[in-house]
């Protein structure tokens, strides 16, 4: 079989920009991207796509109309197509066994249902959400089960590695692709046809094929070993504010062992995103119901200092701030869980601004891309407007950095815009009031430049010599 149609279910932040760039890239395939929310494609067709994504508005439009398709006609999308992705949400359980530790894979079942009920031909399906390991197994039960005459299934594992802000540079320039599929030469047959694929545009040699498991496997294990990286240099900033040592200095000194290597050793308040945490914990829960238990402790040790350092960020904040923050103006800058994207899920942000708000505190929140109401959302875990309502009285959201700082006792910055480095904090500090603070969660200001001009500041990972005014003593530097 020649793939000459693919479908996929689920138009979010991976299948999404996945699909674009497939139709960018394989212009004599059509690409149909479906979901069930007729909002989300609605503003797939539209001219503000549901994502922020650099470069992404150029892939839509030069593929929309072409050869990529949005749309909520999911039948004729299984229907038509050779290849499914199944690119559909599979968040943690919050109820039943379980629950909050294994995925809940209700969506990936009803998608594989959904196929067994539409096709009418033989289908590749494949997995590509990310998943515990064994879900193919799930999707492999409920479609054979179902089989009609004529119609057979192969399923593949192909998870996405992108990650958000950079996904169109990942998806293009891909470290790997990787395929899972049965050993059966029915199996290598399909994990051959979506090579070709791939062999578009990435280089046979970076498209690694595996078994089923494996490939599942791979992809926990490639997210638990990046977010480890991250709590390991998380768990020195503490050390270093104690003894004088610069985590900077450190993450750059350890980074040059090749064996090491230099990536993904940014100190910061806390990972976020919607996989870090959510794949750590599907790790656990499959070495438990494996009755591993010191393999669960282990993993569960990265996530829990993860809630340490966000814990011990907002910690400081409040006793910098004389031990209380009731009815005081923070300035929080940023609130997603890294620049470069709109997403909030897990955002360190929320678990500053929840802790501030039961401190009493008044919450002026700017971010460049974060929608306000993805922000209510995140703080009173509704979107019923009522909640939001009652929130609106202690938070207020901002449409520029300078207007929530107007006032403020202190500043926040939790995600690393690149415009935050360029804001005039002469300004700034003329409009705050004093003592001003400054708590940088992100290491991208210039502290000292700061302390000269009267800023009292704290950041993470290093113990800054001066925190109190020195603007008599220096030039100001700041733009
Ligand atoms: C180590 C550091 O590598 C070195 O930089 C430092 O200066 C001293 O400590 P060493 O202990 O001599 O060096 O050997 P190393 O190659 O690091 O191996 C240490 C142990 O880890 C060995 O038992 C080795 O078998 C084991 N190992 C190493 C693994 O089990 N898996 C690996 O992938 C690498
Ligand atoms: C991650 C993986 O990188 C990607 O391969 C996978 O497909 C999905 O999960 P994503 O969550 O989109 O991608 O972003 P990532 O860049 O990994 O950042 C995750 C979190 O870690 C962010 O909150 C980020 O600020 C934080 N981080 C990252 C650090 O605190 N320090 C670092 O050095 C790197
Ligand atoms: P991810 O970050 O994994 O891409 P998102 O939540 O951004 O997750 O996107 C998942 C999308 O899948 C949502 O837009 C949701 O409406 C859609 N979805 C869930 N179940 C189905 C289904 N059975 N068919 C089509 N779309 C689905």
Same mark, same amino acid.
């Given at each position: 079989?020649? @793939?000459?149609?693919?479908?996929?279910?689920?138009?979010?932040?991976?299948?999404? #920009?996945?699909?674009?760039?497939?139709?960018?890239?394989?212009?004599?395939?059509?690409?149909?991207?479906?979901?069930?929310?007729?909002?989300?494609?609605?503003?797939?067709?539209?001219?503000?796509?549901?994502?922020?994504? #650099?470069?992404?508005?150029?892939?839509?439009?030069?593929?929309?109309?072409?050869?990529?398709?949005?749309?909520?006609?999911?039948?004729?999308?299984?229907?038509?197509?050779?290849?499914?992705?199944?690119?559909?949400?599979?968040?943690?359980?919050?109820?039943?066994?379980?629950?909050?530790?294994?995925?809940?894979?209700?969506?990936?079942?009803?998608?594989?249902?959904?196929?067994?009920?539409?096709?009418?031909?033989?289908?590749?399906?494949?997995?590509?959400?990310?998943?515990?390991?064994?879900?193919?197994?799930?999707?492999?039960?409920?479609?054979?089960?179902?089989?009609?005459?004529?119609?057979?299934?192969?399923?593949?594992?192909?998870? *996405?590695?992108?990650?958000?802000?950079?996904?169109?540079?990942?998806? @293009?320039?891909?470290?790997?692709?990787? !395929?899972?599929?049965?050993?059966?030469?029915?199996?290598?047959?399909?994990?051959?046809?979506?090579?070709?694929?791939?062999?578009?545009?990435?280089?046979?040699?970076? !498209?690694?094929?595996?078994? /089923?498991?494996?490939?599942?496997?791979?992809?926990?294990?490639?997210?638990?070993?990046?977010?480890?990286?991250?709590?390991?240099?998380?768990?020195?900033?503490?050390?270093?504010?104690?003894?004088?040592?610069?985590?900077?200095?450190?993450?750059?000194?350890?980074?040059?062992?090749?064996? !090491?290597?230099?990536?993904?050793?940014?100190?910061?308040?806390?990972?976020?995103?919607?996989?870090?945490?959510?794949?750590?914990?599907?790790?656990?829960?499959?070495?438990?119901?494996?009755?591993?238990? *010191?393999?669960?402790?282990?993993?569960?040790?990265?996530?829990?200092?993860?809630?340490?350092?966000?814990?011990?960020?907002?910690?400081?904040?409040?006793?910098?701030?004389?031990?209380?923050?009731?009815?005081?103006? @923070?300035?929080?800058?940023?609130?997603?869980?890294?620049?470069? /994207?709109?997403?909030?899920?897990?955002?360190?942000?929320?678990?500053?601004?929840?802790?501030?708000?039961?401190?009493?505190?008044?919450?002026?929140?700017?971010?460049?891309?974060?929608?306000? *109401?993805?922000?209510?959302?995140?703080?009173?875990?509704?979107?019923?407007?009522?909640?939001?309502?009652?929130?609106?009285?202690?938070?207020?959201?901002?449409?520029?950095?300078?207007?929530?700082? /107007?006032?403020?006792?202190?500043?926040?910055?939790?995600?690393?815009?690149?415009?935050?480095? *360029?804001?005039?904090?002469?300004?700034?500090?003329?409009?705050?009031?004093?003592?001003?603070?400054?708590?940088?969660?992100?290491? !991208?200001?210039?502290?000292?430049?700061?302390?000269?001009?009267?800023?009292?500041?704290?950041?993470?990972?290093?113990?800054?010599?001066?925190?109190?005014?020195?603007?008599?003593?220096?030039?100001?530097?700041?733009?």
């Amino acid at each position: 079989m020649v @793939i000459e149609k693919i479908c996929c279910l689920g138009a979010g932040y991976v299948g999404g #920009p996945t699909c674009s760039v497939i139709a960018l890239k394989c212009p004599d395939i059509t690409v149909t991207v479906c979901d069930k929310s007729e909002d989300r494609i609605k503003q797939w067709n539209s001219d503000k796509l549901p994502i922020y994504e #650099p470069g992404l508005d150029d892939v839509v439009k030069t593929c929309r109309g072409r050869n990529l398709f949005f749309s909520t006609d999911i039948a004729k999308g299984i229907q038509e197509a050779d290849l499914i992705f199944i690119s559909v949400n599979t968040p943690t359980k919050i109820v039943g066994n379980g629950k909050g530790r294994a995925a809940d894979l209700k969506y990936v079942e009803s998608a594989a249902r959904m196929i067994a009920d539409l096709a009418t031909s033989n289908k590749i399906v494949v997995e590509k959400s990310t998943v515990p390991v064994k879900a193919a197994e799930i999707i492999m039960k409920i479609l054979r089960a179902n089989t009609k005459p004529g119609v057979d299934y192969q399923i593949l594992s192909n998870p *996405e590695f992108l990650a958000e802000g950079t996904a169109i540079v990942d998806l @293009i320039e891909a470290d790997r692709v990787l !395929i899972g599929g049965e050993e059966t030469p029915e199996g290598q047959k399909a994990i051959q046809e979506l090579c070709w694929v791939y062999e578009h545009w990435i280089p046979a040699k970076n !498209i690694l094929t595996t078994n /089923t498991w494996s490939s599942e496997l791979s992809k926990l294990a490639a997210n638990a070993f990046l977010a480890q990286r991250i709590s390991s240099i998380n768990s020195l900033t503490a050390v270093c504010e104690a003894t004088g040592a610069d985590v900077a200095e450190v993450a750059k000194a350890v980074g040059r062992d090749s064996r !090491i290597g230099p990536k993904f050793l940014e100190a910061s308040i806390g990972f976020g995103g919607s996989c870090f945490q959510k794949d750590i914990l599907n790790l656990i829960y499959l070495s438990e119901c494996l009755h591993l238990p *010191e393999v669960a402790a282990y993993w569960q040790q990265v996530l829990s200092l993860n809630e340490f350092q966000k814990t011990r960020f907002t910690r400081k904040v409040i006793e910098s701030l004389f031990n209380t923050v009731t009815d005081k103006n @923070i300035a929080i800058l940023g609130f997603s869980f890294k620049k470069n /994207t709109g997403d909030t899920r897990e955002s360190p942000a929320i678990h500053v601004s929840k802790t501030l708000l039961d401190e009493g505190a008044k919450l002026h929140i700017y971010d460049p891309k974060v929608e306000p *109401e993805q922000i209510y959302y995140e703080l009173t875990g509704t979107y019923v407007k009522t909640e939001h309502e009652n929130i609106k009285k202690c938070v207020e959201i901002h449409d520029t950095a300078y207007s929530a700082v /107007t006032g403020a006792h202190a500043i926040v910055l939790c995600t690393e815009w690149d415009e935050f480095k *360029e804001l005039n904090f002469n300004k700034i500090y003329e409009v705050m009031m004093k003592p001003a603070y400054l708590f940088d969660g992100r290491k !991208i200001l210039d502290h000292e430049a700061l302390q000269r001009i009267g800023f009292h500041v704290q950041t993470i990972g290093k113990r800054l010599a001066r925190t109190g005014s020195i603007r008599a003593q220096g030039s100001l530097t700041m733009p």
